[in-house]
T-cell receptor, first 114, second 110 residues
Framework: KAGVTQTPRYLIKTRGQQVTLSCSPI?????VSWYQQTPGQGLQFLFE???????NKGNFPGRFSGRQFSNSRSEMNVSTLELGDSALYLC?????????????FGPGTRLTVL | QQQVKQSPQSLIVQKGGISIINCAYE??????FPWYQQFPGKGPALLIA?????SEKKEGRFTISFNKSAKQFSLHIMDSQPGDSATYFC?????????FGTGTSLTVIP
């Protein structure tokens, strides 16, 4: 079974621009979560989608948004980029979306904001 | 506010030694505590996990010790190997929302 895939792997943007990141979960997985990873903060939870509905949301500003499609693929959008948005963005999928689900992570998208 | 506090930030251990990483949490609603291992350029991968109704879980060289009353849990890596050199994250979850520690960079010296 193919793992979680994320595209693109690397991205360079300038302040004020917007960006869209994509995540394809493991086949059959319905839950997709997004995380921001930075050296100082570790992994910070952004949001979780299950069956096209946002079920959980972390403590990030409204510039961060996401959606999930009927095939469980998910996209994350960041508008009006700031320098502090530079990070590794990780997507994780889970089979059932219940608590205690194993989170299977993708390799991440490295976003650099100049 | 960091929901899960992890220490130490970095750890250097001799081959064959024991690596110990500690985590603490405040929210008693957490009911699942996984540990993840991350190599450079890769996403985190589940290593071992525990539920709060048990005090210890062992899988091979990896053991989680869980102290519910102290709201602490720790990862022990026995007979540490150079291949264990990676960043380790503890996490706690409720309702499929995961909170991660800030990570421990482990280096095992041959």
């Amino acid at each position: 079974k193919a793992g979680v895939t994320q595209t693109p792997r690397y991205l360079i943007k300038t302040r004020g621009q917007q960006v869209t990141l994509s995540c394809s979960p493991i086949s059959g997985h319905r839950s997709v979560s997004w995380y921001q990873q930075t050296p100082g903060q570790g992994l910070q939870f952004l949001f979780e989608y299950f069956s096209e509905t946002q079920r959980n949301k972390g403590n990030f500003p409204g510039r961060f948004s996401g959606r999930q499609f009927s095939n469980s693929r998910s996209e994350m959008n960041v508008s009006t980029l700031e320098l502090g948005d530079s990070a590794l963005y990780l997507c994780a999928s889970g089979p059932t979306g219940t608590n205690q689900d194993t989170q299977y992570f993708g390799p991440g998208t490295r976003l650099t904001v100049l | 506010q960091q929901q899960v506090k992890q220490s130490p930030q970095s750890l250097i251990v001799q081959k064959g030694g024991i690596s110990i990483i500690n985590c603490a949490y405040e929210n008693t609603a957490f009911d699942y505590f996984p540990w993840y291992q991350q190599f450079p350029g890769k996403g985190p991968a589940l290593l071992i996990a525990i539920r709060p109704d048990v005090s210890e879980k062992k899988e091979g060289r990896f053991t989680i010790s869980f102290n519910k009353s102290a709201k602490q849990f720790s990862l022990h890596i026995m007979d540490s190997q150079p291949g264990d050199s990676a960043t380790y994250f503890c996490a706690a979850s409720r309702s499929n929302q995961f909170y991660f520690g800030t990570g421990t960079s482990l280096t095992v010296i041959p």
